[in-house]
């Protein structure tokens, strides 16, 4: 095993402890995506998970059309996910831990790099492109998607990648 490895299995294993003790229900995990993974918390936990990570912002400010997903986004150091945006969600990101670069745009050329810090919030509105980036450590983030399609929630098929350092 890298160093690599080792740090990215024990961050894992320490943001499920620390989920599970703040007793948050994860619904499903991926650590096998090529810029780290994530979370996904019980959609029933939403309020509670707005309150341990958003400031106690009330779900009812967060909706668009009724439906919210929490999840805890893992980005590894320099490592980016895809340039992309979506059709049915917008999303809001807070960073927990560490630093990482976040790229928005209207279009589909990247803006400019902003660097957030722990604590910093970053609101995307739906159809607007984004990419989050790893910088020279782990970056760890709570983030809200927030359906706009109450007849058909987005889900991660609601990806359209405009540009993939993967592939994908």
């Known amino acids: 095993m890298t160093i690599d490895t080792l740090d990215k299995t024990a961050l894992f294993s320490e943001t499920e402890q620390q989920l599970k003790q703040q007793h948050f229900n994860i619904s499903s995990q991926d650590q096998d995506r090529p810029w780290g993974g994530f979370f996904v918390i019980d959609e029933a936990q939403a309020q509670d998970f707005a309150n341990t990570y958003f400031d106690n912002m009330s779900v009812d400010e967060l909706k668009i059309s009724g439906k919210l997903s929490p999840k805890i986004l893992l980005v590894a150091p320099h490592k ?4 992309q945006y979506h059709h049915r969600r917008a999303e809001i990101w807070k960073v927990v831990k560490g630093t990482v670069g976040v790229v928005t745009s209207d279009t589909d050329e990247e803006g400019e790099l902003k660097v957030l810090g722990t604590g910093d919030l970053i609101t995307l509105r739906q159809g ?30 609601d990806i359209v990648r405009v540009q993939d350092d993967f592939g994908r």
Do not use: M
């Open 128 to 157: 607007e492109r984004h990419r989050l980036v790893g910088l020279d450590e782990w970056g760890v983030l709570a983030e809200i998607w927030q359906h706009t399609d109450a007849a058909n929630p987005s889900n991660e098929d």
């Open 80 to 83: 980016r996910l895809s340039w």
